[in-house]
């Protein structure tokens, strides 16, 4: 080999030098893509704003809370009211709002309004402010919204649409209103709402209204009043400790799933109505009175007279009685005083009378009555029953294992039974 020529060693660079080479070559890519960047991000627009006047890129205020505060600038109020609404719309509160004596808190004057009392409370002055209420809708007014939020005191009622119509109450608490707490015209709703210690009913709708999943307690009159031809809709409710009826129905009503008790007078009265999966307690007359209509798998225990006390036309049916007659001598599990009802598959147990009918023209059948103190089964002429057999005091051997013929000694499907 010439001394001149090149060995192997000398062509290939050693790999130290081949790293750093690649090194910096990386580093000056890096470097003009990062030159890049910031001459783009420089070249975005320029540093002096546009020439005219300097615009706001948020939203206005319409935009932010497009409803209408209730305050003497947008609602100014007259000489019977301190708020007053007069166009449609969607309307809050900002604050707790004391009425005034002669005025009404917010009247309604314009259909179509949404009143959101915002967690706030609407307090009246009582006697002194007269018989003035804490909202009122004027007559004709349709579509009102009255929700979330508190009334008290008011001279008046709480909340007073009885004279408008389409009407929805939700989530408000009245109490202490010296007329009714609630009161809702045609086709309405109140739900969510409770009315406490108010002079007159807690809750009183007129024809086609829901109340649903309310309270109304210690009320000078009814808990809840559908009134006459109501054809309300009473669902998931509780009346207690009230002056009058706990939940009077009216007529052509549903009163389903809801309690009353310990109120003056019956706990639910009822006509030409459904009377369903109810509870009655310690009711100062009745549990539950019926005039032409169904109660059906009922509950009704420690009321003062009767357990259920029907008149004409009634179907009561797979109910349960027990210890009624608290007060009344000879207070019935179920008592009927006229023609023309179903008296069928009821439990009475330890009233002063199980089942007592002192009208004619009825059908008794699969009924059960046990321990009343008094009579089980008192039934006048010219009715017509399944037979009655008497199991008192009958003893039966016990039972282990899958098979033991009847003990109660009828195979009648329409026997009534005394244990």
């Not at 002194?128 to 979330?148: C, D, K, P, S």
């Not at 008790?261 to 009745?286: E, P």
Request: proline fraction near 4%; charged fraction near 15%; glycine fraction near 14%.
């Amino acid at each position: 080999m010439s001394e001149h020529t090149p060995n192997e060693n000398q062509l290939t660079p050693p790999a130290e030098e081949n790293n750093g080479g690649r090194r910096a070559m990386l580093a000056g890519i890096g470097g003009l893509a990062a030159g890049a960047l910031l001459t783009g991000r420089a070249q975005a627009g320029p540093l002096d704003p546009p020439p005219g006047p300097i615009a706001s890129t948020g939203k206005p205020l319409t935009e932010v809370e497009p409803r209408i505060a209730i305050n003497s600038t947008n609602t100014p109020g007259d000489a019977t009211s301190r708020f007053r609404i007069t166009q449609p719309g969607s309307y809050y509160l900002t604050g707790n709002i004391t009425g005034l004596v002669g005025q009404h808190g917010i009247s309604i004057a314009a259909s179509g309004v949404t009143i959101d009392l915002s967690g706030f409370l609407l307090r009246g002055l009582g006697t002194i402010q007269g018989n003035f209420n804490g909202v009122y809708a004027e007559g004709g007014t349709e579509g009102i919204t009255v929700r979330n939020g508190h009334v008290k005191v008011m001279g008046g009622a709480g909340i007073e649409l009885f004279t408008a119509s389409r009407c929805l109450v939700e989530d408000v608490n009245v109490h202490l209103c010296l007329a009714s707490g609630i009161r809702c015209g045609e086709y309405g709703r109140v739900s969510r709402c409770a009315a406490i210690q108010n002079t007159l009913t807690g809750i009183s709708v007129a024809r086609g209204t829901t109340v649903e999943d309310c309270t109304a307690s210690n009320n000078g009159s009814r808990g809840i009043s559908g009134g006459f031809n109501a054809e309300a809709l009473i669902v998931r409710c509780v009346a207690q400790d009230n002056g009058e009826h706990g939940i009077w129905a009216g007529t052509g009503s549903s009163v389903i799933d809801c309690v009353s008790s310990q109120n003056a007078m019956d706990g639910l009265n009822a006509t030409a109505s459904l009377v369903s999966n109810c509870v009655a307690r310690g009711n100062g007359a009745s549990g539950i009175t019926a005039i032409l209509s169904s109660v059906l798998n009922c509950k009704s225990r420690f009321n003062d007279e009767h357990g259920i006390r029907a008149t004409s036309d009634c179907q009561i049916i797979g109910n349960n009685c027990e210890s009624n007659g608290v007060t009344l001598v000879d207070g019935a599990g179920i008592f009927v005083s006229d023609s023309g009802n179903r008296i069928e598959s009821n439990h009475c147990t330890k009233n002063d009378r199980g089942i007592s009918v002192t009208g004619a023209r009825n059908l008794i059948i699969r009924n059960t009555c046990a321990g009343n103190t008094g009579l089980n089964w008192s039934l006048a002429n010219n009715n017509h029953y399944g037979p009655i057999v008497n199991r008192v005091g009958v003893g039966t051997g016990a039972v282990s294992g899958n098979f033991s013929p009847s003990s109660l000694e009828s195979t009648d499907p329409h026997a009534n039974f005394t244990y």
